[in-house]
C-alpha cells in the first residue's frame, strides 16, 4: 500500500511541474487536476455520441475532415497529412521533417 501512494506522490510532483501523466489530462497542475480533465473529456464524447448516434458521431468526423480538406485544398490536405504522420510523441511533424531533410510544401496549403 505504501507503494502504491508513493506512486501517487510522484505522479503529483510531475503534474506539479507542467507534466502531463494522465492521458486527457493536459492542462491539469495537479494529479487530480488531470484526473477531473481527463474524464471530463471522455465524458464529453461520449454525451455527443450518444446525443447523435454512432452514425451521426461518425459522419460528424467525416463532414470535418472534408470542411478541413476545402479550406487548405486537395495537395495541402495530402501535405498535411504527410507532415502529421511524421509526428512523435516528442516531436512535430514539422521538427522531424526539417531533422530528416523531408520536404513539406507548405504554399500547396490554400490560404483561406
Known sequence: MASRKQNREELEEKAR???TVVPG???GKSLEAQ????????????????QLGSEGYHELGVKGGQ????QLGSEGYHEMG?????????KSG??????EGIEID??????T
Not at 67 to 70: S, V
Not at 82 to 90: F, P
Open 25 to 27: 489530462g493536459t492542462g
Open 94 to 99: 514539422g521538427e522531424r521533417a526539417a531533422e
Open 35 to 50: 484526473e477531473h480533465l481527463a474524464e471530463g473529456r471522455s465524458r464529453g464524447g461520449q454525451t455527443r455520441k450518444e
Open 82 to 90: 504527410r507532415k502529421g504522420g511524421l509526428s512523435t510523441m516528442d
Open 17 to 19: 511541474h507542467g507534466e
Open 106 to 111: 507548405e504554399s500547396k496549403f490554400k490560404n
Open 67 to 70: 470542411t478541413r480538406k476545402e
